[in-house]
């Protein structure tokens, strides 16, 4: 007999009732070290108490008003989102997928209004993660996940990620924008090489493209950046955000320029529940905290540790470990051993942590994570190498 929640994932037969900063509590009782953040979502970790007094003070005030009026949280998240990024305005939405949806109708919009509606492709990478509706699905053109739903949304081209030379000939007359993710997240960690950015601006402007970028897991502080591009310095026209920017409350936004937002008029787009006032409340006080004084420095010093800690370990256990992989908080280990084994095994001795491609387990703290928590985590990392080499 079919489950009552339709059986769409591997879920492992855990169940969390509780959640204290970096750890989890089951219903056993058993305490959980977690390194999986909900996919890089609770970036300030289990009931921060900033994020309780504003979702539970908005709660008490109104939930839900919709766009067809003003809803006064959204003009201030924008705007802060704005004061701290390449953007000019931003539409609010209510997930990762929802986000990239609207960057690919801004890129395409842009291109019809200004004369060329001819151009409609986004040029994307193999080995990156979009979303699971049909337009993001076909972004990211991952043939196990588009089997047996019909013919992929037309209008995306593919590409080795990393590879200037591929993406320039792939530019075609049709082209309306490019498509990355800075760092790779669900595909395996892999992280743009220097300059790869830049490159991908110089295409973009030389053949009239939007540059997109999908930060919905390496934005909001993950790599010690509010967003991860700013490592290189190189800003896109249009970029989509999700994640931790509710902090575990389901909240998206597409952050765009105004030359980019050219078509995008009253009724070009929308959403019900996009941005409405309990989102926008938790997203406010999300941004409290990233963008008080020292806490990317804090980031930055934990990303340092866990980064050294795991290449000592990478150094000490090469039967099990191949290589660390990834930028600031969203890092991880290539396994030599099956990725899927070791998170099984992971979380049997108390961490908590997430698969992806290639072989990788991503290891995602929340950003608030401490010296010792790090510490803790490579202990059981450690222990678990330990039973496949002994
Ligand atoms: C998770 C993710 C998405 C999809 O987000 P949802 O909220 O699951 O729709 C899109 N792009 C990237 C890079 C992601 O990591």
Redesign the pocket.
């Known amino acids: 007999m079919i489950p009552a929640v339709l059986p769409t994932y591997a879920r492992a037969d855990v169940t969390f009732e509780r959640g204290e900063g970096p750890y989890l509590f089951a219903t056993d009782g058993k305490r959980y070290l977690d390194f999986a953040s909900g ?2 979502v609770t970036a300030l970790g289990h009931c921060h108490p900033r994020l309780i007094e504003a979702l539970t003070a908005q709660a008490q005030k109104l939930w839900h008003s919709s766009n067809l009026f003003q809803v006064a949280g959204q003009q201030k998240v924008a705007q802060r989102l704005i004061a701290h990024s390449f953007a000019d305005s931003v539409f609010f939405c209510n ?6 949806e609207c960057a690919i109708k801004v890129a395409r919009k842009y291109q019809a209004e200004t004369g060329h509606a001819e151009k409609y492709r986004l040029i994307a990478c193999t080995g ?5 509706t049909l337009a ?1 699905l076909a972004a990211a053109g991952n043939e196990k996940y588009l089997r047996g739903f019909g013919p992929p949304a037309p209008g995306f081209d593919h590409v080795a990620f990393g590879n200037l030379n591929e993406m320039r000939a792939k530019v075609t007359k049709e082209t309306a924008a490019i498509l990355v ?1 800075p760092v790779q ?2 595909g395996g960690l892999a992280t743009a090489p220097e300059g790869y950015l830049a490159g991908l601006r110089a295409i973009c402007d030389e053949f009239g493209l939007l540059l997109v970028y ?5 934005g909001m502080g993950r790599t010690g950046r509010l967003f991860a591009h700013e490592w290189e310095g190189v800003a896109p026209d249009v970029l ?1 955000t ?2 931790a920017l509710g902090g575990g409350f389901p909240v ?1 936004a597409c952050l765009v320029t105004e030359r980019a937002a050219v078509g995008m008029t009253a009724g070009s787009h929308g959403s019900t529940f996009g941005g409405n006032p309990l989102a926008m409340a938790v997203a406010d006080a999300v941004l409290d905290v990233m963008l008080a004084p020292g806490f990317f420095a804090r980031v930055e010093r934990a990303a340092d540790l866990l980064r050294r800690r795991l290449d000592a370990l990478v150094a000490e256990y090469p039967k099990v470990f191949a290589e660390r992989r990834g930028k600031g908080l969203l890092t991880g280990v290539k396994c030599v051993v099956p990725n899927t084994e070791m998170v099984d095994r992971l979380r049997k001795a108390g961490l908590l942590t997430v698969g992806a491609g290639e072989n990788v387990v991503r290891l995602l703290p929340p950003l608030i994570i401490e010296e010792r928590q790090i510490d803790e985590a490579v202990g059981i990392l450690e222990g678990v190498a330990r039973q496949w080499t002994s």
Do not use: L, P
């Open positions: 996919v890089a997930s990762g997928a929802e986000a990239v990156s993660f979009h979303g699971r993001t993710e997240g669900e999908d930060e919905v897991q390496s989509a999700a994640k998206g």
